[in-house]
């Protein structure tokens, strides 16, 4: 059975006191132009840009089709992204796609993912926050 687990979402100023954090991967869904801010973001008023320090994983290459990968495949991936960190933050545009990278993480063997659930749509909004490009 599915459980709602509060401490596993994050807000800004949460993900933002990890950014420093050796043991924490900030992991975003986004393609790769968006994370390079190499492209508009969509939203109107958004920056481009990524979180500080964060790795970009774009959700398609979890996917074969539209079915999430082998496990094999997806242990592979996660092996080579922050395989030593002990804290994964997913993060995408909304909040949406990070949940592909979460499941696929899961399913690779992680546990206890961790989604800031305002994504990019919230940090690139705010001027308070740093952005890396």
């Known amino acids: 059975m599915l ?3 509060p401490e596993r979402v994050m807000d800004a100023e949460a993900v933002l ?3 420093e954090d050796a043991e924490t991967a900030i992991v975003d869904a986004r393609g790769a132009p968006r994370f390079l801010g190499q ?3 969509p939203r109107p008023g958004v920056r481009s840009g990524h979180i500080p320090r964060s790795v970009n994983l774009p959700f398609a290459q979890v996917l074969d089709g539209n079915k999430i990968k082998t496990t094999s495949e997806l242990q592979a991936i996660y092996q080579g992204l922050a395989a030593d960190k002990s804290a994964r933050i997913f ?3 909304s909040g ?3 949940c592909i990278l979460i499941l696929a993480s ?3 063997g992680h546990t206890h ?3 800031y659930d305002g994504s990019w749509a919230d940090w690139g909004s ?3 926050l740093p952005i890396e490009c």
Do not use: K
Request: proline share 4%; hydrophobic share 40%.
């Open 3 to 5: 459980q709602y687990h």
């Open 17 to 19: 006191s990890r950014i």
């Open 39 to 41: 492209v508009s973001e």
């Open 91 to 93: 993060s995408c545009g």
């Open 96 to 98: 949406i796609t990070a």
């Open 106 to 108: 899961v399913a690779a």
């Open 113 to 115: 993912p961790i989604l």
């Open 126 to 128: 705010r001027t308070d």
